[in-house]
Nanobody, 119 residues
Framework: QVQLVESGGGLVQAGESLRLSCTSS????????MGWFRQAPGKQRELVAT???????GYASSVQGRFAISRDTAKNTIYVQMNSLKPEDTAVYYCNAARGTPARRTDYWGQGTQVTVSS
């Protein structure tokens, strides 16, 4: 069973930065994609950023240019550097990893880490 453990959340002021980490119990190359999702109170979970096994990255338009996803394959860890944080970035952030294919994927999730941005 894959375990994803997140860390790095917290309370910051608008304009500040945070870096979230997600460490996998399995080799991250066993996942065709990994990424970060977030869920704010009363809203659906939404995609924030992704990184494929080949290293390609993708971002939600709302975080493009402010967030950067990266990985350390030796540590089986992915990161998201979040800069210029806004109050609307407040949410629980979840690490995601997927095996299989886009049409038939098996998803794994971390427990979530709270990010709160005050104005």
């Amino acid at each position: 069973q894959v375990q994803l453990v997140e860390s790095g959340g917290g309370l910051v002021q608008a304009g500040e930065s945070l870096r979230l980490s997600c460490t996998s119990s399995g080799n991250i190359f066993s996942f065709w994609t990994m990424g970060w999702f977030r869920q704010a109170p009363g809203k659906q979970r939404e995609l924030v950023a992704t990184i494929t096994s080949g290293g390609s990255t993708g971002y939600a338009s709302s975080v493009q240019g402010r967030f950067a996803i990266s990985r350390d394959t030796a540590k089986n860890t992915i990161y998201v550097q979040m800069n210029s944080l806004k109050p609307e970035d407040t949410a629980v952030y979840y690490c995601n990893a997927a095996r299989g294919t886009p049409a038939r994927r098996t998803d794994y999730w971390g427990q979530g880490t709270q990010v709160t941005v005050s104005s």
